[in-house]
């Protein structure tokens, strides 16, 4: 099925400011630079713009370097020397570059020639530097060390889970797959078995969650700010919404998708020709069938994830082979793992790579080209003059991965031959994107409420999320027995251990995907147009204007949510 395809492996550009043979061992061989920054004198706004430059090209070499320590570390968190080496970033370079960058930060505002540069090109660029002077404090340099290093243990913990079935060790990615499985008894076997191993963690988990908390409430203190909640507002550049609209799109989610969630879990119930919808049920086909095969390795899965590109643009696929050949996929899932997937930029060289924990499933289809769209836009961005400008807020990042898994399902025939196949899998990927949705909301809520409320006990925090779980669910799915793992089944989302208030991008980036896909179905070729648009524009527009470059408003009111997901219904009533 391969195709021939002649690819010209990126290179690393020549640096114009640091050493090319420059390794981070230690921080004595990068002062040098960052005093060269802090101590040049500028007189020309051809300077300025060469100062800009080269600190865009330490930084990218800074943030590259790190990257490769965190991605070997989550490809085994079991080997300790690969942790001592992100830690040794984290602990030893992080905090003496923090001071230096906001020395920096501090020069540029100062520089009377700021008013000479292009305003409308570093206009998004500067309100950031602009943000992140507010909330920089000399005395969170420790603490946000602590937090980048404390974090971490979450992958350590939950790469250790794995189950015994049948005579086998299964990771916990490897037995959900068996969920899908249409033998009932195996199902809940597998079910209970991991639950059971989640139980023996939940403690540990427990505590780590508590210490964060306290460390993160400590840093959004000492920065001026009520509560983490609102500085995380601040740090993560939201200029283009606010805590309301967040709680708006909570309204929306409840209000227009829980009542369709609801159907789709009745229709399940009576599909099955169930009593009760227990949850090991949520995943097996409602029609009996085998749970489908896209693939059985990953080089396959890599095979037809370009052969799918390939027939939407050729230089999607090119993105994808090229990272093959460089050696930028781990796909499989193996023991001693990191759980999830994603895809790390690499700046400098402006290849990414896409780390996953893939079985065979159609849930790794979806993954694949989740992290394929954001790979795409990597490539996209890498000729963009400043790390910042390619340096995408994650409600642009999640738009191209998440209209890709939609827009690729129009050629999906390479992973389904058999017709049926496909249009299953196609069902079940447009049922996945509306039922997302409730899950995103609860998980937004519930870290709301955790930071408006630092000081709660972890009864409190438990019984708080089963009262928004609640508030999200269906009341169709019948958890007798399981009632622990329910009210700990946060503990799950990596997101709230390790990228806190990252998550309710997805929900608003699946809306943008459908509004995207909408438009492909209608004009294919202008709205993949759009697509590359919205993309090249990297984070050189505000969010607003970058959804509007890709034809699509950025928009979570009651009204257009329930205008996206009348769409999906009406496609999946075309199946």
Not at 57 to 66: G, M, Q, R, S
């Amino acid at each position: 099925m391969a195709q021939t395809v002649k690819i010209e492996i990126p290179t690393r550009p020549p640096r114009k400011f640091l050493n090319d043979t420059l390794k981070i061992t230690a921080w004595e061989v990068l002062e040098p630079f960052f005093e060269d920054l802090k101590k040049r004198k500028i007189n020309a706004v051809e300077e300025l713009e060469k100062w800009l430059k080269d600190r865009s090209e330490l930084e990218a070499v800074l943030e590259e370097d790190l990257a490769w320590r965190y991605i070997k570390m989550s490809i085994d968190t079991a080997d300790e020397s690969l942790t001592k080496s992100y830690e040794f970033f984290v602990q030893e370079i992080n905090p003496k570059v923090a001071p230096y960058s906001n020395e920096l930060d501090k020069k540029l505002l100062d520089c009377p020639l700021l008013n000479e540069l292009n305003e409308e090109k570093y206009r998004i660029y500067l309100r950031s530097v602009k943000k992140r002077i507010e909330i920089f404090r000399e005395e969170n340099i420790p603490l946000l060390t602590q937090l980048q290093t404390e974090s971490q243990k979450y992958m350590a913990i939950t790469g250790k889970m794995s189950i015994e079935q049948d005579g086998k060790e299964l990771t916990m990615q490897q037995a959900g797959k068996l969920l899908e499985s249409t033998d009932r008894k195996l199902r809940e076997t597998v079910f209970t078995k991991m639950a059971e191993r989640r139980a023996q963690d939940v403690d540990e988990l427990n505590e780590l969650f508590n210490h964060l908390i306290k460390l993160r409430h400590k840093v959004a203190q000492n920065a001026g700010f009520e509560n983490y909640r609102d500085y995380m507002f601040a740090a993560m550049g939201r200029f283009d919404y606010s805590v309301q609209d967040c709680r708006n799109f909570h309204e929306s989610i409840a209000r227009e998708i829980v009542p369709i969630v609801r159907d789709f879990h009745l229709e399940r119930k009576e599909k099955l020709g169930l009593d009760a919808l227990r949850p090991w049920d949520m995943d097996v086909d409602i029609t009996g069938k085998p749970p489908l095969k896209p693939f059985e390795k990953s080089e396959e899965l890599v095979t037809k994830t370009a052969l799918c590109f390939r027939e939407i643009r050729p230089f999607f696929a090119d993105c994808i082979e090229t990272m093959n050949t460089m050696g930028h996929l781990d796909l499989e899932s193996r023991k001693g793992k990191a759980p999830g997937g994603y895809n790390y930029p690499l700046h400098e060289i402006g290849v990414p790579f896409i780390f996953m924990n893939a079985v065979g499933s159609l849930s790794d289809v979806t993954t694949m080209v989740h992290e394929g769209g954001h790979a795409i836009h990597s490539f996209l961005t890498r000729k963009l003059e400043l790390t910042d400008f390619k340096s995408t807020p994650s409600e642009v990042a999640e738009l191209a991965s998440m209209s890709m898994e939609l827009i690729s399902m129009e050629n999906w025939e390479v992973f389904f031959e058999n017709e049926n196949e496909l249009k299953r899998a196609k069902q079940e990927q447009m049922q996945r994107g509306i039922q997302i949705l409730p899950w995103i909301a609860t998980v937004d809520k519930f870290q709301h409420w955790i930071y408006e409320n630092p000081e709660h006990s972890v009864e409190e925090r438990t019984a708080k999320w089963v009262e928004i779980l609640d508030e999200f669910g269906t009341g169709v799915s019948d958890w007798s027995g399981f009632e622990e793992a329910r009210s700990n089944s946060w503990q799950k989302q990596l997101h709230i251990f390790e990228v806190p208030f990252y998550y309710i991008e997805y929900g608003m980036a699946q809306l943008g995907a459908v509004a995207m896909w909408r438009n492909y179905k209608q004009h294919p070729q202008q709205a993949l147009d759009g697509y590359e648009a919205f993309m090249k524009l990297g984070y050189t527009k505000s969010i607003p204007e970058i959804y509007g470059a890709a034809g699509i408003k950025f928009d979570f009111s009651g009204e257009y949510v329930k205008e996206l997901a009348g769409f999906v219904r009406d496609e999946l009533a075309k199946i």
